[in-house]
């Protein structure tokens, strides 16, 4: 009968170590838990022989990628067959052979091999770091250990479901002001290099070269004539402003800068911080109730989250909590963590719920996300059509009183005709 060695934990979070003989992976957790344990790490002793038969040249790490959403319906159909009592092996080759695209295909069947020479899954998905992120390996690793991977996966689907969404809604709020300036700024040049050298021209011909011309007419010549012979300057300058910036954004220093102003921006900032807070209590708290151990999971946690201020408060909790202290203090001295969050954190730390209060933060601020890309949309639609109108308008105004000065410099020369 095989020997599986261990790595557990009591419930007072005291670890142990030892060996159990046992018909498989299933058969030696219930042991471990009847022996009042909770297994973290539990591999199979084998023999020398046994060692030198199954042996095989390792993988290497692939880098390939795919998108969320293709990863999303992976992860949400491997659960589905899993719970409907399909291997897992099984599983992964009826996946794969109707899975369309091709680098999620070839990985499906990487997996199935690798599984098949005797690794675990997890062992398995951590040769592609490119599709399945620390946070997917250590949930599964969880899974696999509890001998709940359908509720894992399950977990896991939800979780990148709802990721999407949220990252879907900040693109839409960010994306409106960006495809109005951009429209803005095609229009502007479109003007000053095309239509106001036209009407310059006519005011010389029509009105003399020294005829004095409106203070306003004049400043959009100005920017029309640098557009026109200076263009250059104006695309080195932006070529410039965007190298400084990704040189800047690149250094460590950098980074901390831009993420504590991106939280400070007006309107944006809040949206940002609302958003963060949201992926840190969402990612936590699918972890912890997944099983993965609190150090664990804030580590997973901290690495994944988009924003540098976050993450060092996040650090900060770890440093915290691995000195056996409390999550609470360090969310509240960070100033990262509204009050409303680290009461629910606090009540959750008491009660012992701790994952479900912070799946509840979740909820909380997504729903806040929802409300803020709605508000952001309908107060930035009114200020962008207006901001379009005044730029169009100025050039036209700007064009159109010479006209005026010349339409009734004509007129009054007709009355003095007759």
């Known amino acids: ?86 291997p897992l092996m099984r599983s992964l080759k009826t996946l794969a052979q109707q ?22 899954f997890s062992e398995s998905l951590a040769l592609h770091p490119g599709i399945f992120n620390k946070l997917y390996v250590n949930m599964v690793k969880a899974g696999e250990l509890g001998g ?11 979780f990148q479901e709802k990721s999407q969404k949220i990252k879907g809604k900040v693109i839409a709020a960010m994306v409106y002001p960006i495809v109005v300036l951009v429209i803005a700024g095609l229009i502007l040049t479109f003007l000053l290099i095309f239509i106001v050298p036209k009407f310059q021209q006519i005011f010389k011909d029509a009105l003399g070269p020294d005829h004095p011309l409106p203070g306003i007419t004049l400043f959009v010549i100005a920017c029309s004539d640098f ?41 944006f900032g809040d949206l940002m911080s609302k958003t963060a807070i949201a992926r840190f209590s969402r990612t936590l708290g699918t972890l912890i109730s997944s099983g993965v151990p609190i150090l664990q999971a804030l580590n997973i946690t901290r690495e994944t989250a988009s924003n ?39 009540v959750g730390e008491e009660t012992g719920q701790l994952p479900d209060m912070l799946v509840k933060v979740a909820d909380v601020y997504e729903a806040e996300v929802d409300n803020v890309v709605t508000s952001l949309t309908s107060i930035l639609e009114p200020i962008m059509i207006v901001m379009l109108a005044v730029i169009v308008g100025t050039i036209v105004i700007a064009l159109f009183m010479p006209m005026v000065s010349l339409i009734t410099g004509m007129s009054d020369a007709g009355t003095t005709h007759n």
């Open 308 to 346: 540098t201020i976050v993450a060092v408060a996040i650090g900060k909790i770890h440093d915290s909590v691995k000195e056996g202290e409390s999550v609470v203090g360090p969310m509240e001295s960070s100033g990262v963590f509204p009050p409303m969050v680290t009461s629910m954190v606090q």
């Open 1 to 86: 009968m095989p020997k599986f060695s261990y790595t557990a934990v009591d419930a007072r979070g005291k670890q142990a170590n030892g060996s159990v003989e046992a018909s498989d992976q299933n058969d030696a957790i219930a042991q471990i838990r009847q022996l009042g344990f909770y297994p973290q790490r539990l591999d199979e002793v084998k023999n020398a022989d046994a060692v030198a038969a199954e042996k095989k040249p390792a993988k290497k790490k692939r880098n390939s990628t795919v998108k969320m959403r293709i990863l999303t319906i992976f992860t949400r159909q491997l659960a589905t067959l899993i719970d409907a009592g399909l």
């Open 148 to 158: 709940v991977l359908e509720i894992v996966l399950t977990r896991l689907a939800e």
């Open 99 to 120: 899975e369309r695209n091709p680098v999620m295909r070839a990985t499906m069947t990487d997996l199935a091999e690798s599984v098949e020479t005797g690794n675990t």
């Open 227 to 267: 557009m026109v012979d200076r263009w250059y300057l104006i695309i080195g300058g932006i070529v410039a402003l965007v190298a400084t910036y990704k040189a800047f954004a690149s250094t460590p220093a950098g980074v901390i800068i831009l993420d504590k102003i991106a939280l400070k921006i007006p309107v």
